[in-house]
Each structure stands twice: as C-alpha cells, then as structure tokens.
C-alpha cells in the first residue's frame, strides 16, 4: 500500500510538473508580455487564469476521471482563457469596426491664433498656418494627435493613457504636461520645448530624448541630429498664445517665417543673411516697424516687393 501510495504521488507531481510547462507554454505563444499596457477598464489579469486553470484541474478527483478526460477538460479551459484574452487584446479594434471614431481637423491661416479643447480635457493652442488632426473620442491606452505648424498643448493627465503628438516621422510623448511644438513644413527642424512636466521625444533614427521643464530639443529633419537646450526661456517660445511676439537668439530664417505666420506676409532674405541670429521684442510692433528692426539688427536694408518684402545686406 505504502509504494502505491508513493507511486501516486509521484504521478501527480509529474503530471502537474506538466500541467504547469503547457499553461506556461500558453502563455508564452501569446507574448503577452509583449502586449501593449491595457486601458484602465482592462479587466484580464494572466495569474489570475494561470491559477483558476491549476485549481480547477486539480479539483478532479483522480479515481473518477481518466487522464484522457481531465485533459480534456483542460483544454477547455484553455480554450475559453485564450478567448478571453483575444477577446481583450482584439477589442478596441472590434470596436474601431463597429463602431469607428470620427477623426476631425483643426486649422488656422496665417495672421490666426485658436485654440480648442479635446475630448479628455486638453487644451491645444494653434499658431498661424498650423492644422490640427484629432480623433472625436479616444479610445484604448493611447491619446494620438497629428501636428503640422507649432501648437501649445496643456495635456490633461492620464497615467494609463500617454497622450502621443506625431509630427511626420517624430512623436512627442506624455502623460499630463505643457509643452510647445514647431513642426512646420517649410522648416528644417521639429522642435519642441517644455513648460511643465516630463515629455519623450522619439525619432525613428535617433535616441529618445526626455525633456523636463526649461528644457527643449531641436531636432534636424535631415539628419535626426538632435540640440538640447536648457534654462531656455519658456515664457518667451509659448508666449505667441498670448499674443507676444518675443524671439531670443533665433535664426533669421526661423524669425522671418514667425513673421510671415503672424502677418501673412512673405520676407525673401539674401543668402549671406541667414547665419544671423536676432533678439527682439516685437509684441504690439507694427509690421512695417519689425522690418526696419530686422533690418537694422543684420545691417541691411528691407525693400516692398508688391504684397511681401525683400531683406538684403552685409549681414552680421
């Protein structure tokens, strides 16, 4: 009796020595390690199968069902837990079919400055000549926005759900933060500078850069090479949404399209202008007078070219 005994035991803890490698083995297939975080109402939790799946093989008695029938019965379960997870992975685009989100647009033309609020609470400021495209309602563990032009963002926390702003091939990624970002066509460069708050800025040729408050990045569309900068002023870069018009030790060229989006109004410089750089405080200065200014400032002289104007000179 006493080696029969012995004999069982040892059968049963090698049959759950395998009962233990399939249910891992299960869990390995799906990756689900590799699976995206899940939204706040995710309601899976893998253990939680694992064990209800362990304790209901268990719980059979051993002289009244056969190994062939208790395998049976866990490979039920198994079919019923891999349903629940593929019906929890699969959801949000189960429901993107059925039921699909409107995706909306917001834009200004040179001269504008809106702004405009999403559907978790964030608040978005658009610079002149800027478009906007957003969903009507997020959904899932993410808040996915698309910029071109420069746009303020005072982002509504959320720690299950980063907020994502795609500029071409560069992302800026948060939770709840403020942050400016100029992406703009005609520009070489995407940069993006933060008021408060910690913001990831991701390119698919470059290290991620993270940024906390007064810091910012330029980073260069031809090559990805990415500038940081610190102690910036933050006060300065956002204070467009106020209706400011501060630049500090900016490029001619970046300062002269800040011109042509605020006024609608186009500058063609001389080549020899552009390595300049200029410090101003233009808020409440007409048109007319910022020209003298920018003139004066890189040693030349600033000429009507019908409805835009013509920067020439030595140069700084």
């Not at 006493?2 to 233990?20: H, N, P």
Request: with cysteine; glycine share 6%; charged share 20%.
């Amino acid at each position: 009796m006493r080696k029969f005994t012995f004999l069982r035991k040892k059968i049963q803890a090698k049959d759950r020595a395998l009962q233990e490698k399939l249910v891992h083995h299960y869990f390995d297939d799906l990756q689900l390690n590799q699976q995206p975080e899940a939204g706040e109402n995710a309601g899976f939790d893998s253990k939680e199968v694992y064990n209800r799946i362990i304790n209901n093989i268990d719980a059979m008695p051993v002289k009244r069902v056969g190994a062939g029938k208790k395998w049976m019965v866990a490979a039920s379960l198994f079919a019923v837990a891999s349903l629940s997870v593929l019906g929890f992975y699969n959801r949000i685009r189960i429901l993107d079919i059925v039921s699909p989100i409107a995706q909306k647009q917001f834009s200004t033309v040179n001269g504008q400055v809106a702004s405009l609020t999403l559907a978790d609470g964030t608040k978005i400021w658009l610079n002149g000549g800027s478009k906007l495209s957003y969903p009507e309602a997020f959904r899932g563990d993410k808040r996915e926005i698309t910029l071109t032009g420069e746009a303020f963002l005072d982002v509504a926390h959320n720690a299950t759900k980063a907020f994502i702003v795609h500029t071409g091939n560069i992302r800026t990624q948060v939770l709840g933060t403020s942050f400016n970002v100029k992406a703009y066509p005609e520009d070489s460069f995407v940069k993006v500078d933060v008021v408060t708050g910690k913001v990831g800025v991701v390119s698919s040729a470059a290290p991620t850069v993270f940024l906390t408050p007064a810091q910012g990045v330029t980073i260069v569309k031809k090559n990805h090479s990415a500038i940081i900068a610190k102690s910036i002023d933050v006060a300065a870069l956002s204070g467009w949404k106020d209706g400011d018009f501060i630049v500090k030790n900016m490029p001619l060229p970046e300062v002269l399209n800040a011109v042509k989006h605020r006024f609608n109004v186009l500058i063609k410089a001389d080549a020899n202008l552009t390595k300049c750089s200029i410090s101003a405080n233009f808020t409440n200065v007409s048109l007319q007078n910022i020209m003298k200014i920018i003139a004066k400032l890189v040693k030349g002289k600033v000429t009507p070219d019908g409805t835009d104007y013509q920067l020439k000179g030595k140069g700084c």
